[in-house]
């Protein structure tokens, strides 16, 4: 192992927050360089990143973009769930991953808000508590990455998501786009891509009902139930009352699970698997807050991950502090988050799309818990000006493996927008899909 230079020049405000030092490894085999560190973006909060450059056998890394990862829950870590079970080029046995994005992009996993994955708090009020703290937290870490990684600086930039990281993505990239005209952060920022998109929850939990239906996951009598509990959530956040809402979406999967005999909410096509209990520091009280936390984090660091990134990985990044836990301040993240977890972020899409900012909306088709009708009635309630054209393309299939017929995806896309409706996916698309999730990545970063 081979300590990095701490070369690059810190600027003062961040040299008052303290940084830690950074470490740089190459894998043992020909696999290429990697770089990792803690930034302290406020008091007593500090960020894990952990970045890979891009190891195309043809182009150096340089001629490639930069891809930012972001997992949802919130309370999901990049770095362990979307780097080892999803993207990055190990698996979790650690075997090489076939369908990697690193053959086409430099990956930067952040383990984002502080508390997720390796990130840590160290009082219990630095957690974030809205999506403004979750981005301004993001600026900090960006832009000590990007001086300290100039190489990087006039890479294009790209930010993929997964879930409720596709709400965070949105706010991150509506600031980093503000931030970068100002040009006191130098990077290249071009596209944001909305996996999933946490962005108008509520439009998900209204198509459940008909969706499971048609699938026959429900009955009349479970329909009824469902688009009833449906009605209060909406009802709820029309009232603003977003606590409430988050609570009742809690209710509103229980409904589900009884009335489906306990359907996978990440791919309907499968079984849930039971949630072993939660193992956390903190005190739950109530319980759709350990409900939804076991659906929306708990399932983001299954034990296997977990043994993992606390046993050889965090042997191998040797910076992370003794007493932190990959994973030990989930919970916390998420119910410091539980007033943002219903808040709709279509006006911030909006700004974005205004921007000329490029968005992709991506979604599995078998994916429930933010189904695809769901991601069409936001779409739907965008007010760029654009909308009408986009609603008035007709799709385009798409073909993952040219040697058979078989059809992967569809795709539209019109001026900045593009959504992808992605087959035979969950919610986890680059998992069940990777062929597919690939060959988009490198549609969206303009490589195909
Ligand atoms: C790859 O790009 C970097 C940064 O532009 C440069 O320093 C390096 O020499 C390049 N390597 C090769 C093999 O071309
Ligand atoms: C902050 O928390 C980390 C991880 O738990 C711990 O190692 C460190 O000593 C703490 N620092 C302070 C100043 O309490
Ligand atoms: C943004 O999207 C437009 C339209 O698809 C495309 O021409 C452009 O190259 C994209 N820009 C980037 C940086 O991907």
């Avoid at 362990?80 to 990055?88: C, D, L, M, R, S």
């Avoid at 700004?351 to 490029?358: F, K, Q, S």
Wanted: proline letters at 5%.
């Amino acid at each position: 192992m081979e300590l990095a230079p701490r070369s690059c020049p810190v600027p003062l405000l961040l040299l008052l927050l303290g940084l830690s030092t950074g470490a740089v490894i190459s894998w043992p085999t020909k696999e290429g360089k990697e770089v990792w560190d803690y930034v302290t973006v406020r008091k007593d909060a500090h960020m894990f990143w952990w970045l890979y450059y891009a190891t195309s056998p043809s182009k150096n890394f340089s001629e490639l973009p930069l891809v930012m990862w972001l997992q949802g829950g919130p309370g999901g870590s990049s770095t362990g769930f979307g780097n080892f079970e999803e993207i990055g080029p190990l698996d979790r046995d650690l075997k090489p991953r076939r369908t990697t994005w690193l053959q086409s992009a430099s990956l930067l996993f952040v383990d984002n808000p502080v508390g997720t994955g390796f990130s840590y708090v160290n009082k219990s009020d630095a957690y974030t508590k809205d999506l403004a703290m979750v981005a301004s937290d993001m600026m900090v870490l960006l832009k000590t990455f990007f001086e300290c990684h100039k190489e990087f600086q006039t890479i294009p930039f790209y930010i993929f998501s997964e879930s409720y990281g596709g709400k965070m993505a949105a706010g991150i990239a509506l600031e980093l786009y503000k931030v970068t005209r100002k040009m006191t952060l130098f990077c290249s920022f071009l596209v944001a891509s909305l996996g999933f998109s946490w962005v108008r929850p509520v439009d998900s939990v209204l198509s459940w009902g008909p969706y499971l239906y048609s699938m026959s996951l429900l009955d009349d009598q479970g329909l009824a139930e469902v688009s009833r509990v449906a009605e209060q959530v909406l009802d709820a956040i029309n009232k603003r009352l977003y606590k409430e809402a988050t609570e009742l979406w809690g209710k509103a999967e229980m409904v589900i699970e009884q009335n489906t005999d306990g359907v996978n909410f990440y791919n309907i096509l499968t079984k849930a698997t039971p949630t072993s209990t939660v193992k956390s520091s903190l005190e739950f009280t109530q319980s759709h807050i350990v409900h939804l936390f076991q659906h929306h984090v708990r399932h983001l660091q299954q034990d296997a991950l977990s043994q993992l990134m606390n046993g050889p990985i965090r042997k191998k990044l040797k910076i992370i502090p003794e007493d932190c836990s990959w994973g030990g301040q989930a919970a916390s993240v998420f119910l410091n988050m539980e007033g943002d977890f219903m808040k709709p972020v279509i006006s911030i899409v909006d700004e974005l799309l205004e921007a000329g900012v490029n968005v992709t909306v991506y979604n599995g088709q078998l994916d429930l818990i933010v189904d695809t009708m769901g991601q069409e009635a936001w779409v739907r309630k965008l007010k760029w000006a654009e909308l009408p054209k986009f609603s008035q393309l007709k799709w385009k299939p798409l073909h993952s493996d040219p040697k058979t017929s078989e059809t992967s995806a569809f795709v539209k896309s019109h001026k900045n927008l593009a959504f992808y409706w992605i087959l035979r996916a969950g919610h986890m698309v680059p998992s069940d899909q990777g062929d597919m999730a690939l060959q988009m990545m490198r549609l969206v970063t303009q490589q195909e």
